[in-house]
Nanobody, 122 residues
Framework: QVQLVESGGGLVQPGGSLRLACAAS????????MGWFRQAPGQEREFVAT????????SYADSVKGRFAISRDNAKNAVYLQMNSLKPEDTAVYYC???????????????WGQGTQVTVSS
């Protein structure tokens, strides 16, 4: 069982930056692929990024490539999402997710956090 807790959401102006963090429970954190999804009001959940257990394999949604960066610290059981050049269309609840297998868009990871709100507005 893996428990995930996100933090770092908030209100930011367009063009600004935010760093989301996800803290995971458990002593086998490094075997899990970790990632982020987001869901805006009235829209379906959308894949954002994922990183393998070793950190060597990373994948991003086209909509965030070049602006977002996912990373992990296995010693701290944490995964991060650095979000730069934020746009109003990035506004959503961001969810941390984990699974034993690497996951991409269309996947449904086994474990989810409760979500953190990101609002991009002037």
């Amino acid at each position: 069982q893996v428990q995930l807790v996100e933090s770092g959401g908030g209100l930011v102006q367009p063009g600004g930056s935010l760093r989301l963090a996800c803290a995971a429970s458990g002593r086998t954190f490094s075997i899990y692929a970790m990632g982020w999804f987001r869901q805006a009001p009235g829209q379906e959940r959308e894949f954002v990024a994922t990183i393998s257990g070793s950190g060597r394999t990373i994948s991003y949604a086209d909509s965030v490539k070049g602006r977002f960066a996912i990373s992990r610290d296995n010693a701290k059981n944490a995964v991060y999402l650095q979000m730069n050049s934020l746009k109003p269309e990035d506004t959503a609840v961001y969810y941390c997710a984990a699974d034993r297998s690497f996951f991409l868009s269309g996947s449904s990871p086994a474990y989810w956090g409760q979500g953190t709100q990101v609002t991009v507005s002037s």
